[in-house]
């Protein structure tokens, strides 16, 4: 409509103009449309268009219309297209002139193509392609592509529209040339950690009704800046670790992470630490992290570890962490035992609670691995004592006895309580030195010895010994004889003890005779300070030799004197005649004395008791046997030699006095003696009396003498009784003789009146005595209990 209006317009303005039309038409009218009515427009009759042969002179121009003559009509021959016609021209017209013949006239047709919307704007690219850094800061300007809109005027390219503006924004700007441009501007930074591509939307729109726009993609890949350092995925790591883990073992491993691509997210691990040393110790991977032991840790040395890793990327950006290693106590110590102060040696007194060591003993382990106790070997009298801080005192606990243990090995044994555990120990000796604790001690508690009388002096007894069970100086011991004195006399005149040797000596001869006995004391001494000492008592025997000869009592042999005994012509057999006495001082066998007829007048008449001296008739007297018989007894004793006496008695055999008398003047002659031979006689006899009670006085008087002596001293045999009887037995093994014996001594006068007395009782001890010369004696065998007793009856009737 809008066409023809503007048609209307232009013929009638073209109306006034000669041979000039315009007429306006849009493009893209489809073939056969009307352009004009060009006849009437130009006010020509259509004969005059057939007969003028009107037709239309386009020059060298296609050809887009065409004249209908029949109808005087301009038609759309040909589609026309004002952007091919035209391109941006505008306005776009065709011109063209209709020529007539007869005559020739032509006019000028003018036809004005207008624009119709029917281009799009479009891009010439599929899409534009951005590599934009992440780094790119804001304001930073890309500058698109333009889009192209052929159609013109309203229909052209008119504006743009970007889509999502995130981070970008359009900007138009008037470049230098003085064009338009369309550029995109940063507007928010990019991160490509984020996104890494971007897709935007860039949209042309034209003016035109409707409108009509195009797209195109714009793509923007994000550049990786590096932006990021690495990150660690924890700020500190903790582990644990036994002190014993070998060498190489993989510990741990650390890991940061860079969010940045390529170099720029490539990590490389390292390790640092402020203390020395932990380097050689461990060792990470670069690449992977991993820490690795190289070193050996002890727990001793430190408990804990401490290292700082470092991650760097390539860019140069870093973190750091750290890495806390526990160590873990391993029982890998020995307690060690530190001998402080000893003794070697302590005396045997040495009071309980004596300290004998101290030490000390540490563990450097840690806990129960660190945890010692300590214990002594047995049967040593010492305990350990903990003092505090690993300090220990070994001390006694019990007495000590060098002469029972002088030495003890102490053994120190510590372990601590780690699992397995492990100890050690010590071993040291103690010496015990001596005390002079003990006495020295006589092997026997009393000593008895024998000696032979007559004796060299100087002729060594005995040996005494003692020991002392101590220790050298105090062991040392030396023999003391201690001062006695025996029958009033210093004992050191008997005998003398060798100091060192114990050995005792006699200092003189002895006599058994004398005494048979004695005892003294002899003390034994050690080296010590105070010295111990001890004593024991040691006993002397004297034993006898048969040094005496038995001595004859009776008869009495005195020179020239002339005793004889009767024997009465009517005596039967066994007639007792007299009886031979004699003693010996000796003892034993060496006083043991037995009696011989050696020589006799008549030796059929009278035989000797062998035993008992007793000389008897063996045979009736006759008258025939002489008056005087002259008898010869040796006396003989046991000992080895034997010795003996001989006595010789005189009997006389005959009824009376006087014809004894008569038959000994021819004895007396023979004898050479005078004639006053009965004044001998009876001087004789007096004598004998008197010696005899001489004699018992004697007896007694020492043996008063001797038992007041015997309560000091033990009693000592004096020989002084010239009358021991003579003890003998056969049938007696021991010297001990039970029986008692009955001694007579008669008056020669008549020996079958006498008047001895024969004491019946054996125990009464008495000691009976004629004072008129005609002495019974008796005794009893035990003249020891005479002796001991005091208090023994002495008669004497
Ligand atoms: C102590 O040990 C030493 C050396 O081993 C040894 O000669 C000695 O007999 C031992 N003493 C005791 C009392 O065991």
Redesign the pocket.
């Known amino acids: 409509m809008r066409r023809q209006v503007l048609l209307f317009l232009s013929t009638l303005s073209l109306c006034t103009v000669h041979g000039q039309v315009s007429y306006s038409i849009p493009e893209e009218m489809s073939k056969g449309s009307l352009v004009g009515n060009i006849a009437q427009d130009l006010g020509l009759d259509l004969k005059r268009l057939k007969t003028g042969k009107a037709r239309l002179h386009v020059g060298n121009g296609a050809e887009y219309i065409e004249l209908n003559k029949e109808r005087g009509l301009l038609i759309i021959r040909e589609k026309t297209d004002r952007e091919a016609l035209c391109k941006q021209t505008s306005p776009c017209a065709l011109q063209f002139q209709i020529i007539l013949e007869n005559p020739i006239e032509f006019y000028r047709v003018t036809v004005e193509i207008t624009d119709i919307n029917d281009n799009a704007p479009i891009f010439k690219m599929n899409s534009m392609l951005f590599e934009i850094s992440e780094s790119a800061v804001r304001g930073t300007q890309f500058v698109l592509e333009k889009a192209l809109d052929t159609d013109v005027g309203g229909n052209g390219l008119k504006s743009y529209s970007l889509y999502p503006t995130d981070n970008f924004v359009l900007k138009f700007n008037v470049n230098a040339e003085g064009e338009k441009e369309v550029e995109m501007v940063l507007e928010k930074p990019l991160d490509r950690e984020k996104q890494e591509h971007l897709t935007l939307t860039l949209t042309a729109f034209d003016g035109g009704e409707p409108q009509l726009s195009g797209t195109v993609k714009i793509h923007v890949t994000v550049l990786d800046a590096n932006d990021n350092a690495p990150v660690f995925t924890q700020s500190t790591y903790k582990a644990s670790l036994m002190e014993n883990t070998p060498k190489g073992t993989s510990l741990m491993t650390v890991m940061a992470t860079d969010v940045d691509q390529g170099a720029y997210g490539l990590i490389t691990y390292s390790l640092s630490s402020n203390t020395e040393g932990i380097l050689d110790l461990f060792e990470i991977h670069g690449a992977s992290g991993e820490v690795r032991l190289i070193g050996k840790v002890d727990y001793e040395t430190s408990k804990h570890y401490q290292l700082n890793v470092k991650a760097r990327d390539t860019g140069g950006l870093h973190d750091s962490c750290k890495i806390q290693f526990d160590i873990i106590d391993v029982n890998d110590n020995v307690p060690i035992i530190d001998l402080m102060s000893t003794s070697q040696s302590i005396p045997e007194n040495s009071a309980i609670q004596t300290v004998v060591a101290v030490m000390n003993v540490h563990d450097a382990d840690s806990d129960n691995n660190g945890v010692v106790t300590c214990f002594l070997s047995e049967n040593v009298p010492l305990i350990i004592e903990n003092a505090s801080n690993g300090f220990y005192s070994i001390v006694t606990n019990s007495e000590l006895d060098r002469e029972r243990?002088s030495?003890?090995?102490i053994t120190v044994s510590c372990s601590d309580e780690g699992v397995p555990s492990l100890s050690s120990s010590v071993?040291l000796?103690l010496q015990i030195s001596d005390v002079n604790d003990n006495a020295p001690v006589f092997e026997r508690s009393s000593y008895e010895a024998y000696i032979i009388e007559n004796n060299t002096p100087g002729l060594s007894v005995f040996t005494v010994k003692a020991r002392d069970a101590d220790w050298n100086q105090n062991a040392r011991v030396s023999y003391i004889l201690e001062d006695s004195s025996v029958n009033g006399v210093p004992v050191s005149s008997y005998v003398s003890v060798s100091a060192d040797s114990g050995v005792i000596h006699a200092v003189r001869s002895f006599d058994y005779e004398q005494f048979k006995d004695f005892h003294f004391r002899v003390k034994v001494q050690d080296g010590g300070s105070p010295p111990l000492s001890s004593n024991v008592i040691v006993k002397i025997l004297i034993q006898d030799q048969n040094d005496n000869p038995p001595q004859v009592l009776y008869p009495v042999q005195t020179g020239g004197s002339l005793v004889a005994e009767m024997v009465p012509r009517s005596a039967d057999v066994g007639y007792l005649v007299t009886k031979v006495v004699a003693v010996d001082v000796d003892s034993g066998q060496n006083a043991w004395l037995s009696y011989k007829l050696q020589k006799a007048t008549d030796r059929a008449l009278f035989e000797v008791g062998s035993q008992n001296g007793e000389i008897r008739t063996i045979r009736q007297v006759t008258d025939k046997d002489a008056v005087k018989q002259r008898l010869s007894v040796i006396v003989e004793d046991n000992g080895q030699p034997s010795r003996s006496a001989t006595v010789v008695v005189n009997v006389a055999v005959a009824d009376s006095f006087p014809e004894v008398l008569s038959e000994f003047t021819d004895f007396t002659h023979d004898k050479e003696y005078n004639d006053n031979l009965t004044f001998y006689l009876v001087l004789a006899l007096a004598v004998v009396s008197f010696l005899f009670i001489t004699c018992v006085v004697v007896i007694i008087s020492v043996k008063i003498y001797r038992w007041r002596q015997s309560r000091v001293l033990y009693h000592s045999n004096l020989p002084v009784i010239p009358y021991y009887p003579p003890r003998y037995s056969d049938t007696l093994g021991t010297g001990t003789l039970q029986h008692v014996y009955n001694y007579e001594v008669c008056r020669t006068t008549d020996s079958r009146k006498s008047d001895c007395k024969i004491s019946g009782a054996g125990s009464q001890n008495v000691l009976i005595m004629d004072p008129s010369a005609t002495g019974t004696m008796q005794r009893i065998q035990s003249e020891k209990s005479i002796l001991d007793e005091p208090d023994s009856p002495l008669e004497v009737s």
């Open positions: 243990f030495e003890y090995n071993t000796t």
